[in-house]
């Protein structure tokens, strides 16, 4: 049997958007991938289904799962694992040298490093340093103005429980919170209103810096998924070179996003994500090579089409609204959006393309069924 040199291991089922984005820039440049699906994955209704080398059968993520998948994909001397959610990322740093002598490579910084971008206090309080706005912290549990927004300090707090951020609209929600979780695992921040960006980032080993940057439009609630974006200009504006020579003064390599509000004329971090986002399919449009230049990086041999950067470039995710619709909750508008928009992104539609149209069918027509 032929043993060929590397692939891009890609666990599906989680941040599906990004993979789906992630895997139309690998088709498209002929880089060798496989796929591992999670139990009822959407990717079974994609044309990428070819790729799946192995079904997970739970939500089970560890190291007999690794071996598994090892022992099953033999082709490949050395197999990359795409850092495509938080949880993996984690798992796989901290399993670093073992998973490294399995035959796998991790393309992440030390776990320090990505531990001090990724937990929100401490990447909040190096924006401080570095003179970069973030919210106000708010120190007492006694709160006058609402709403307000609970941060964990950390990824993993108490007992390893993983607490995403919640905006507190009233104190009957915020003594409800308080009653379930370790107040010493939190911390709590003004809210702050306006305008809402993405700026986005790849820092390579050579000292390239490639950048983009999205206005967020349409959102789901509660802080969730990104549903309508469109491209922005703010990576060409001073707040984002702060945030390159922070990057640069610690010596950080990957990919990254930084989540901005402008309020007042001044931008504030939210928070930042060291790993793939949700609405990448926004820059893969937009002819922003970030994640030409991450495979390249990873040792893969390809010329990079250099196509002119396409301003009119937009994100949609329409099945991101009806899900919304079936669960009786709300669209957070960050900007304007009329009816008569919804007939431009459209033609942007993350899933409503021939590799996915599965999935868009399912999301679509869920509702009716």
Not at 44 to 60: A, F, I
Not at 145 to 168: A, G, L, Q, R
Not at 244 to 269: A, C
């Amino acid at each position: 049997m032929k043993v060929n040199k590397k692939c891009i291991l890609i666990f599906s089922g989680y941040n599906q958007r990004s993979i789906i984005s992630f895997c139309r820039v690998c088709e498209k440049y002929n880089i060798p991938y496989k796929l591992v699906s999670s139990y009822d994955d959407t990717i079974q209704h994609t044309v990428y289904k070819r790729q799946v080398v192995y079904k997970r059968k739970d939500s089970t993520f560890d190291l007999e799962l690794l071996k598994k998948i090892r022992m099953t994909i033999k082709d490949y001397e050395k197999m990359t694992i795409l850092p495509s959610s938080e949880y993996i990322n984690r798992f796989i740093l901290e399993n670093k040298i073992i998973l490294e002598d399995m035959g796998f490579e991790i393309p992440l910084v030390e776990s320090k490093l990505y531990n001090l971008i990724s937990d929100k206090y401490s990447f909040g309080e190096m924006c401080r340093k570095n003179r970069i706005h973030v919210p106000k912290e708010i120190y007492s549990e006694s709160i006058k103005n609402f709403p307000v927004v609970i941060k964990p300090k950390e990824y993993f707090c108490t007992n390893k429980k993983i607490i995403s951020p919640v905006i507190i609209e009233k104190e009957s929600q915020l003594k409800l919170f308080l009653q379930n979780n370790n107040l010493k695992d939190v911390y709590i921040q003004e809210f702050i209103k306006g305008e809402s960006y993405y700026l986005l980032y790849y820092f390579s080993k050579n000292g390239k810096v490639l950048s983009f940057s999205q206005q967020n439009i349409l959102q789901q609630d509660r802080g969730k998924s990104i549903i309508a974006a469109k491209a922005s200009k703010i990576h060409l504006y001073n707040i984002s070179n702060k945030f390159i020579n922070l990057f640069n003064n610690i010596s950080y390599k990957g990919l990254v996003m930084i989540e901005l509000k402008k309020y007042d004329d001044k931008f504030y971090m939210i928070e930042a994500n060291p790993r793939l986002w949700g609405p990448s399919q926004l820059f893969v449009d937009a002819n922003i090579n970030l994640f030409e230049l991450f495979i390249k990086d990873l040792g893969f041999d390809l010329n990079i089409y250099e196509e002119d950067i396409n301003y009119d470039a937009m994100y949609f995710w329409e099945g991101g609204i009806e899900k919304l619709a079936r669960e009786n909750r709300s669209l957070v508008y960050h900007g304007e959006f009329l009816e008569n928009d919804k007939i431009k992104y459209r033609k942007y539609d993350v899933y409503n393309r021939v590799d996915t149209k599965g999935i868009y069918n399912i999301e679509i027509n869920e509702e009716k069924k």
